[in-house]
């Protein structure tokens, strides 16, 4: 082990105490002032100020004008073409998913991407349809509207369909619309920072989850099989349970299709994943297995001959906008909320990942405005929810997408199937969409190698993880989100209560601290123990950190405190003593002097009888048959430390219990002797702890420094001055 640092080997630099440090640079005091300021630069209007906000608020008008055509349009308008390929055999898979229409799935995949181009901000993401959010949106469409409620008689199981599916498309649209104004008012006032509480253990695992239940809801349509699915918690036991049960009653015919298409999918995906670099264009197999199963199920009549469900009427043209029911707002706006928190939280993830690889910068506020004018204004021409795939971003930005140029072409690829190739499509087999959604589930389940990893990399994550998949899997989509984002926090306060607490050393020839126990060339300053939190301090943990701070010094503080208390009650009891026996001498004195003058009397009439000795005076107290009074052994009550540290770096705000806590450490180290210093007081910190009437007599802002290094040359500097006291230990007063 290193040699204790000495004195000399500390800096040579000035040092300031906090006192003396705003004396020389005094900070600004009137925080109403600032915020009052700040305000008002945000609410001054000049034609800069308009034109910022304008370019802020629509951001194609900052980058269109600038936008290189030579260079990126030719990989825009081929990256355009493959994400709209790939686009429309998802957009009607996942409007079964929602519980609608395969054509709204189209329109769900149109209007949004147009209103994303002009408002959003990211260069690569394919916004439209997506698998996660369009299954809770189904489990909302689904619950309002059970199809037992459309049976066409008491007697006969038949649905009618037609009324069934307007219900619901009215569902969704007021669903969407009710996301939308969330999204947009989160963003305005700039409350992109809730995703922050969603971290990407939390996502990964809700997502998996959610893969589950996307799954589970498609194996129906791939054994042939009719089920009412529920969002109610459990649901996704009693679906399984129910699918069970439907086993015997499986179209072999449906089964077949979907396990072929989804052996053929599967394999050239692969492919492609394996050649990527050898193919400009991955293959679009979604839309060739669509062409051909289409193809296939009209030619040979696979609904009339064998039962095998098909995707049925497909109008084509646009619809007029009609305005979604608001009365419904009240039995959706919990599934709202939490569909548009999720549907942020997947896009912002995108956002950033593609910014960070690129180069560029993403407004997070101005992301919700985007996603919410989406889905707000899209909610009026019938189209569901909308969100981010990873899947079709991956393409649009792999086949040479630089911008959202890529994202209005896809728009017009689906544009043209709406209006003149949609009905093209009214033979397709639900089996084939339902296997395309399985296929694009692939990523998703690759996250179960998540478990592995975070098990050897942080196990709470890996807790959060297993709660937040369980959770989602037992209690369905919304409430499941709830728990998990509930457990997460609690993760987080956990961890304040069990911080690593340390002591510090000096690292030799430097001034730089470690903890001792972790590093080996760090030694502790002699005389100066350095305690550090590795969290910061406030109601919940303000005990646990006065409890660490003695525990970790090494002394029984509290013993020490009663044994110095016992010891100045023992010295004031002799001090009492000594006072009435000072007394009783005086008084023996007075007498001793009338017995001398009666005992000359007596000599003078009898010399005989024998002299009577003055007892031994000392100044003007007599002490006799006083014994020597025994002091108590003060080496058993001192302190090995004059000096403590509180590194307040980690802290970043101080409540009213914490700062209660800091003045009773300082007062139980002050009578034993032991000056009590904070460093790495962050400004905001300052100004609380002021405001908490912190500092007094006791407590003066000369016990306060910006680093260790500093407080530690000042302490050296005191004490190689100051002689220790009789008692030998140091005063505890602060130069």
Not at 172 to 193: D, K, M, R
Not at 246 to 255: C, E, F, R, V
Request: glycine share 6%; hydrophobic share 45%.
């Amino acid at each position: 082990m290193a040699d204790p640092p000495s004195p000399d080997s500390l800096s040579k630099n000035p040092i300031y105490t906090e006192a003396e440090l705003e004396e020389i640079a005094p900070r600004s005091r009137d925080s109403r002032a600032r915020l009052f300021s700040s305000v008002r630069n945000k609410f001054r209007c000049s034609g800069e100020i308009a034109k910022s906000l304008l370019l802020k608020f629509i951001p194609i008008l900052s980058w269109l004008p600038r936008y290189p055509v030579k260079e990126w349009l030719l990989g825009d308008v081929i990256s355009g073409l493959s994400v709209g390929i790939i686009q429309l055999p998802q957009g009607l898979a996942y409007a079964l998913l929602a519980g609608v229409p395969p054509v709204f799935g189209l329109y769900s995949s149109f209007y949004p991407i147009v209103l994303y181009t002009i408002f959003g901000t990211s260069r690569h993401i394919s916004p439209g349809t997506f698998a996660v959010i369009s299954v809770m949106v189904g489990s909302v469409t689904e619950s309002l509207v059970p199809s037992e409620d459309f049976m066409t008689s008491q007697n006969d199981s038949n649905i009618d369909t037609e009324a069934r599916d307007a219900a619901r498309v009215q569902v969704a649209s007021a669903l969407t619309l009710l996301v939308g104004i969330f999204q947009i008012l989160l963003g305005l006032v700039q409350f992109g920072f809730v995703v922050t509480y969603l971290s990407e253990p939390l996502i990964r695992g809700y997502t998996s989850a959610a893969a589950i239940h996307v799954t589970l809801s498609q194996v129906k349509s791939i054994l042939g099989v009719a089920i009412s699915q529920g969002s109610h918690p459990l649901s996704l036991i009693y679906t399984f349970l129910k699918l069970c049960s439907k086993i015997p009653q499986t179209n072999i015919a449906s089964l077949l299709i979907g396990v072929i298409a989804i052996t053929v999918m599967f394999t050239v995906k692969y492919l492609n994943e394996k050649y990527n670099s050898k193919i400009p264009i991955p293959i679009p197999i979604e839309l060739f297995t669509l062409i051909v199963a289409t193809g296939i199920s009209y030619g040979v009549n696979l609904n009339k001959l064998y039962g095998v469900d098909i995707v049925g009427n497909i109008p084509t043209g646009l619809k007029a906008p009609i305005v979604p029911r608001t009365d419904l707002f009240a039995s959706v706006v919990g599934n709202a909320f939490a569909i548009a928190v999720v549907v942020y939280a997947f896009t912002i993830s995108l956002v950033k990942m593609f910014a960070v690889k690129h180069g560029y910068n993403v407004d997070s506020n101005q992301e919700l405005i985007a996603l919410g004018l989406s889905n707000s204004v899209g909610s009026f021409f019938q189209c569901f929810t909308i969100g981010t795939a990873m899947s079709r971003s991956l393409v649009q930005e792999s086949t040479g997408g630089n911008s959202q140029v890529a994202g209005a072409v896809s728009a017009a690829v689906i544009l043209v199937i709406i209006l003149k190739a949609g009905e093209l499509f009214e033979s397709l087999p639900k089996a084939i969409l339902a296997s395309v959604v399985v296929v694009n589930l692939k990523g998703i389940f690759k996250q179960f190698k998540d478990i592995p990893a975070l098990w050897r990399s942080n196990k709470i994550d890996l807790l959060v993880w297993i709660v937040t998949f369980i959770a989602t899997i037992l209690l369905n989509l919304d409430l499941g989100l709830a728990v998990s984002v509930g457990f997460s926090l609690l993760t987080v306060i956990f961890r304040t209560q069990w911080p690593h607490y340390s002591i510090l050393g000096q690292v030799s020839s430097t001034d730089i601290y470690r903890d001792v126990s972790q590093c080996e060339q760090a030694v502790e300053f002699p005389g100066v123990k350095i305690f550090r939190s590795s969290c910061t301090l406030y109601f919940a943990n303000a005990e646990l950190y006065a409890n660490a701070v003695k525990r970790m010094c090494g002394v029984d503080v509290d013993k020490l405190i009663e044994v110095k208390k016992k010891e100045a009650k023992k010295k004031k009891q002799l001090q009492e003593k000594a006072e009435k026996e000072a007394k009783k001498g005086l008084k023996t004195k007075k007498n001793s002097e009338e017995t001398n003058r009666k005992v000359n009397e007596l000599e003078f009439i009898c010399p005989q009888i024998p002299e009577v000795k003055e007892p031994e005076t000392e100044g003007d107290a007599v002490y006799e048959n006083i014994e020597e009074p025994t002091m108590y052994n003060m080496e058993s009550s001192e302190c090995p430390f004059h000096s403590l540290i509180l590194d307040l770096s980690t802290v970043s705000f101080v409540d009213t219990v914490s700062i209660k806590i800091l003045k009773t450490i300082f007062r139980d180290f002050q009578e034993i002797d032991v000056s009590v210093y904070l460093v790495g007081c962050h400004e905001n910190v300052l100004d609380q702890l002021e405001c908490g009437n912190f500092f007094s007599k006791t407590i003066t802002k000369r016990q306060l420094f910006s680093s260790i290094h500093d407080a530690v040359t000042y302490i050296s500097k005191v004490h190689s001055k100051k002689p220790p006291t009789d008692e030998g230990s140091f005063n505890s007063t602060v130069l």
